[in-house]
């Protein structure tokens, strides 16, 4: 299994930016599929998690509202897009993969792809 990670970058607070993660390897039919974040210093946290199939969706309290997760299932790709970006959401992203059903926790994923840097300056 390989998740690909993408789109990070440096943007103004306010910004918007959408990170793209290329999921291959298998069928993800039966799979939640998340992205996490993880700033300097601090334990990596979730931040969105969907259902491949049906696309049923949790948010983290902290990006709700701010942040949508979707997927593509044709092009096997998961997004994030993050708009209304603040400093506090300067971290490394992760997409990942579970087999249980709405999982939200690190430890409840399988898969991980490499991360990508989002740096939001004020």
């Known amino acids: 299994v390989q998740l690909q990670a993408s789109g990070g970058g440096l943007v103004q607070a306010g910004d918007s930016l959408r990170l793209s993660c290329a999921a291959s390897?298998?069928?993800?039919?039966?799979?939640?599929m998340g992205w996490f974040r993880q700033a300097p210093g601090k334990e990596r946290e979730f931040v969105e998690a969907i259902t491949w199939n049906s696309g049923i969706r949790w948010s983290a309290d902290s990006v709700k509202g701010r942040f949508t997760i979707s997927r593509d299932i044709a092009k096997n790709t998961l997004y994030l897009q993050m708009n209304s970006l603040k400093s506090e959401d300067t971290a490394v992203y992760y997409c990942?993969?579970?087999?249980?059903?709405?999982?939200?926790?690190?430890?409840?994923?399988?898969?991980w792809g490499q991360g990508t840097q989002v740096t939001v300056s004020s």
């Open positions: 390897g298998r069928t993800f039919s039966t799979y939640t």
């Open positions: 990942a993969a579970s087999k249980t059903y709405g999982a939200t926790t690190v430890r409840n994923y399988d898969y």
